[in-house]
């Protein structure tokens, strides 16, 4: 089973960048699928970004497509979301997300495909 912890949310301005990240242990990292997600006040858990195991296929919401980035270093067992030109409605605490998945898995969006979830790092944009 793995446990993951983010870290590198933060207060920035309209149009700075932020990285996040997202380290795992226990279990196999390469066998994951990743995902982020973000929930902003008063607001349901939303979709931002999905990695594959090998990192060769990712997707993102169209909120953020363009401005973000997702990565993965299977050596560091780390994920990264890559964030640029933050606007104020980025802001929201982001949380990432594991399942175990086949190397020829669709990608999801689906949180309830997701069993393993960090604990979430805030991330404010002032305007």
């Known amino acids: 089973q793995v446990q993951l912890v983010e870290s590198g949310g933060g207060l920035v301005q309209a149009g700075d960048s932020l990285r996040l990240s997202c380290a795992a242990s226990?279990?196999?990292?390469?066998?994951?699928?990743l995902g982020w997600f973000r929930q902003a006040p008063g607001k349901e858990r939303e979709f931002v970004a999905a990695i594959s195991r090998g990192g060769g296929n990712s997707d993102y919401a169209d909120s953020v497509r363009g401005r973000f980035a997702v990565s993965r270093d299977n050596d560091k067992k780390t994920v990264y979301l890559q964030m640029n030109n933050l606007k104020p409605e980025d802001t929201a605490v982001y949380s990432c997300a594991a399942r175990r998945a086949i190397l020829t898995a669709p990608m999801t969006r689906a949180q309830d495909d997701f069993p393993y979830w960090g604990q979430g790092t805030q991330v404010t944009v002032s305007s």
């Open positions: 226990g279990g196999t990292f390469s066998y994951y699928a």
